[in-house]
């Protein structure tokens, strides 16, 4: 058993204020990686800019990473931070950026090499990197995970690298401006992470202490969640403050358990289905959530997750989710496609403890 978690996690209001200084000792001059909009208007783009200026660390902005970032997208990042000499990493927002953010620090820092070392299969050093998270989800923020979109290949997958985030920077005022599907979406990633890792094949019972302690955190909230969809509204008039804490450390703590374990089938079946129908990461996973806790065969340890979450059954569970969610339609053709991509990946099916068959697999799509 082993636990390895070498990010420096602060969580708190004005978290980003109050660390400046080690959020400034990472290097001379930064890159600020953000999304296109999100981060203007949850105030989180701001506080960084005014925490390097007070600190008299000069940065550059690239504000254009896209939902599922893209090869291109990082490469372009990459040619700017070569250009402008940065030395350090900022990532503010979901997933997207978060991960683009890892690429990029890798690209700068080998500065002779292309593309391909992205997916290379041998050790290449990366500039440090902090992460800004604004959705609980990902937990990016913590894995060493960035996940990448290869259109060559029309999916997505993890770049061959494990960059640790040095510096994690968690502040839940801003998820406060989230929509109600950004959150719930999200939510439920950090959740599918959670389940993933417990039900895997690296699962110990060391490093399950961190999806029992975010199931439990689930279970505070799933109620709260759920009044949240039923009314409809934006989640900053549903939720109570203390509920944006506890998506925001679920999400974290989600992020430690899967950098032990891995996620397991429900995220590789996930990719080709936001990739080809354009749905969102979070509900593309969870959407395969009851299909893969019902066939999981050791059932004393999906009971044991179920318990945790308030959950009587797979059945309970899978109703709560189908209303959180909503229906995902994936035609046949994909269907048929994925499935048979994930049998034929080793690589893949490795997370998952017992044999899986197609039949069973295909039964995943409700
Ligand atoms: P995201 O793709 O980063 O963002 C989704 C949308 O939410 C964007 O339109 C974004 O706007 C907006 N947004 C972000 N923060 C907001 C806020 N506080 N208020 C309002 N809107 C906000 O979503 P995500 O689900 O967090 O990340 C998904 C990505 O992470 C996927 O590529 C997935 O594969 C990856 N992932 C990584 C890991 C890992 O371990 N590294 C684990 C799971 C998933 P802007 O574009 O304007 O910012
Ligand atoms: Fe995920």
């Known amino acids: 058993?082993?636990?390895?978690?070498?990010?420096?996690?602060?969580?708190?209001?004005?978290?980003?204020?109050?660390?400046?200084?080690?959020?400034?000792?990472?290097?001379?001059?930064?890159?600020?990686?953000?999304?296109?909009?999100?981060?203007?208007?949850?105030?989180?783009?701001?506080?960084?800019?005014k925490a390097l200026q007070e600190e008299n660390i000069p940065f550059v902005l690239f504000d254009r990473i896209e939902e599922n970032p893209t090869i291109e997208t990082v490469m372009e990042a990459g040619e700017l931070g070569k250009k402008e000499q940065v030395d350090f990493v900022v990532g503010i927002g979901g997933g997207s950026p978060m991960d683009a953010a890892k690429a990029i620090a890798l690209i700068i820092a080998n500065p002779t090499e292309d593309e391909r070392i992205l997916y290379e299969a041998k050790e290449f050093p990366a500039l440090p990197v902090a992460e800004v998270p604004t959705t609980a989800g990902t937990g990016s923020e913590v894995t060493p995970y960035a996940i990448l979109t290869i259109h060559a290949r029309k999916t997505k997958q993890s770049i061959s690298h494990k960059i640790y985030p040095r510096l994690a920077l968690i502040d839940s005022q801003y998820l406060k401006t989230a929509g109600l599907d950004t959150l719930i979406d999200t939510a439920v990633d950090a959740l599918a992470h959670l389940l993933e890792s417990y039900l895997n094949t690296n699962a110990d019972s060391y490093n399950r202490m961190y999806s029992e302690k975010g199931l439990s955190l689930f279970a505070?909230?799933?109620?709260?969640?759920?009044?949240?969809?039923?009314?409809?509204?934006?989640?900053?008039?549903?939720?109570?403050?203390?509920?944006?804490?506890?998506?925001?450390?679920?999400?974290?703590?989600?992020?430690?358990?899967?950098?032990?374990?891995?996620?397991s089938l429900p995220h590789g079946?996930?990719?080709?289905?936001?990739?080809?129908?354009?749905?969102?990461?979070?509900?593309?996973?969870?959407?395969?959530?009851?299909?893969?806790?019902?066939?999981?065969?050791?059932?004393?340890?999906?009971?044991?997750?179920?318990?945790?979450?308030?959950?009587?059954?797979?059945?309970?569970?899978?109703?709560?989710?189908?209303?959180?969610?909503?229906?995902v339609e994936i035609p046949e053709g994909l269907w048929i496609e994925d499935v048979k991509s994930i049998m034929a990946n080793k690589a893949k099916l490795k997370n998952y403890p017992f044999e899986m068959d197609k039949e069973t697999l295909y039964a995943f799509r409700r």
């Open 1 to 49: 058993m082993q636990i390895y978690m070498p990010t420096k996690i602060y969580s708190e209001n004005n978290c980003v204020m109050n660390h400046r200084r080690e959020l400034a000792a990472l290097g001379s001059k930064a890159m600020i990686v953000t999304g296109k909009h999100s981060s203007r208007v949850n105030g989180s783009l701001e506080d960084v800019e």
């Open 220 to 263: 505070e909230i799933r109620e709260e969640l759920m009044e949240c969809r039923r009314q409809g509204e934006k989640p900053v008039q549903t939720l109570s403050n203390q509920a944006f804490d506890i998506l925001m450390q679920l999400a974290a703590t989600a992020g430690m358990a899967i950098t032990h374990t891995g996620t």
């Open 269 to 327: 079946l996930s990719y080709a289905i936001t990739y080809e129908m354009q749905v969102p990461h979070g509900k593309a996973v969870g959407i395969f959530l009851p299909g893969f806790l019902g066939a999981y065969e050791n059932k004393e340890e999906v009971q044991s997750v179920l318990e945790r979450m308030g959950f009587a059954s797979v059945e309970d569970f899978t109703q709560y989710l189908d209303e959180l969610l909503g229906k």
